[in-house]
């Protein structure tokens, strides 16, 4: 069975840093790519970084310089680093596991505000 868990999200003033972490089990973890992806209140969800199997990452515009996406393939687990936090970043936060297959998450609330 698998399972796609994101941990860590949370309320925090702007500014702020606050770390994502994800366990994916149940897959082949270390080769999927590995994403963030983020939908605020009445918008559509977005890309905000992937990780691919080797290493690799891209990022949204409007993360690039604060945010961090990184992978632990012996942990099953992909993580994000957010710091400068903006009350734009304000969202649900979830992982996707992706190859010919594509998991989420259930997603965890980030809210941003002072």
């Known amino acids: 069975q698998v399972q796609v868990v994101e941990s860590g999200g949370g309320f925090l003033q702007p500014g702020g840093s606050l770390r994502l972490s994800c366990v994916a089990s149940?897959?082949?973890?270390?080769?999927?790519?590995m994403g963030w992806y983020r939908q605020a209140p009445g918008k559509q969800r977005e890309l905000v970084a992937t990780v691919t199997s080797t290493g690799n990452t891209t990022y949204a515009d409007s993360v690039k310089g604060r945010f961090t996406i990184s992978r632990d393939n012996a942990k099953n687990t992909v993580y994000l680093q957010m710091s400068s936090l903006k009350p734009e970043d304000t969202a649900v936060y979830y992982c996707?596991?992706?190859?010919?297959?594509?998991?989420w998450g259930q997603g965890t609330q980030v809210t941003v505000s002072s």
């Open positions: 996707n596991a992706k190859t010919v297959f594509d998991y």
């Open positions: 149940g897959i082949f973890f270390s080769s999927y790519v």
